[in-house]
């Protein structure tokens, strides 16, 4: 099993810049690729960007790309989201999620390739 803590949202005015962390631990969690996805209300949940185990892999939606910078502490096995000029439009619940082939370093982009999640963090960016 693969425990998942999340931190990092709030409220933000357009412009603004915050940090997501994302803590994994167990079950090999440290040889596993990770992502962050996000749900807008009324809306399904969408990938945000995702890293290999090592860091050395990422990849990005490309509404969020460059503004968003997804990288991985291997030490403490924390992957963080730094938010940079957030817009109205990012204003979401952000997940973390756990994926799945170990020392893999493809990145998968749907949910399908996620087994574990976190239980979100709010991000809203205020007009």
């Known amino acids: 099993q693969v425990q998942i803590v999340e931190s990092g949202g709030g409220l933000v005015q357009t412009g603004g810049s915050l940090k997501l962390s994302c803590a994994a631990s167990?079950?090999?969690?440290?040889?596993?690729?990770m992502g962050w996805f996000r749900q807008a209300p009324g809306k399904e949940r969408e990938f945000v960007a995702a890293?290999?185990?090592?860091?050395?892999?990422?990849a990005y939606q490309n509404s969020v790309e460059p503004r968003f910078t997804i990288s991985r502490d291997s030490a403490t096995n924390t992957v963080y989201l730094q938010l940079n000029n957030l817009q109205p439009a990012d204003t979401a619940v952000y997940y973390c999620?756990?994926?799945?082939?170990?020392?893999?370093?493809?990145?998968?982009?749907?949910?399908?390739?996620?087994?574990?999640w976190g239980q979100g963090t709010q991000v809203t960016v205020s007009s």
């Open positions: 167990g079950r090999s969690a440290s040889s596993l690729p």
């Open positions: 999620a756990v994926g799945r082939g170990r020392y893999y370093t493809m990145l998968a982009r749907s949910e399908d390739g996620y087994d574990y």
């Open positions: 890293v290999s185990y090592n860091g050395g892999s990422t």
